[in-house]
């Protein structure tokens, strides 16, 4: 049986993720967990093979097109190791989340490995700009 948490003791992540850096903790802290920066290291890698990966997942791909795969490096040890390839991609551009993909990975894996948490078992609140459209 599931155990129901009440009032004060909902262990809800809070995110908010700005141009410079994204900031996640625990709902009723004072201060986030994680404050890793809202810019990402992606290497995405074009090969004429099928992806061994994707082989189970996507049958229809025999005819060997060109795949695309992502490779995302969050945090600032990731981004500062050498990688010719890896393009430096930032999520937010004037307050508006403009990498949705990005975004998810960040978020994702700060979660996970900052916070030894999985955004499965907790309520998340994201916070989002005043300018913002509906």
């Not at 709902?27 to 290497?43: C, F, I, N, R, T």
């Amino acid at each position: 049986m599931a155990q129901m948490l009440t009032g004060d003791e909902v262990l809800a992540l809070v995110v908010d993720v700005g141009s410079q850096n994204c900031r996640i903790g625990w709902a009723g802290e004072d201060s986030p967990k994680a404050v890793p920066p809202s810019a990402l290291g992606l290497v995405e890698d074009s090969s004429d093979a099928m992806d061994v990966d994707n082989n189970a997942n996507n049958n229809n791909n025999t005819n060997g097109a060109k795949s695309s795969q992502k490779k995302w490096f969050v945090g600032i040890n990731n981004l500062s190791s050498k990688n010719e390839n890896m393009e430096i991609v930032n999520v937010v551009k004037d307050g508006n989340i403009e990498n949705w993909e990005g975004y998810e990975q960040l978020v994702q894996t700060t979660i996970s490995s900052r916070l030894s948490s999985s955004t499965q078992h907790h309520p998340i609140l994201l916070t989002d700009t005043n300018t913002s459209s509906p």
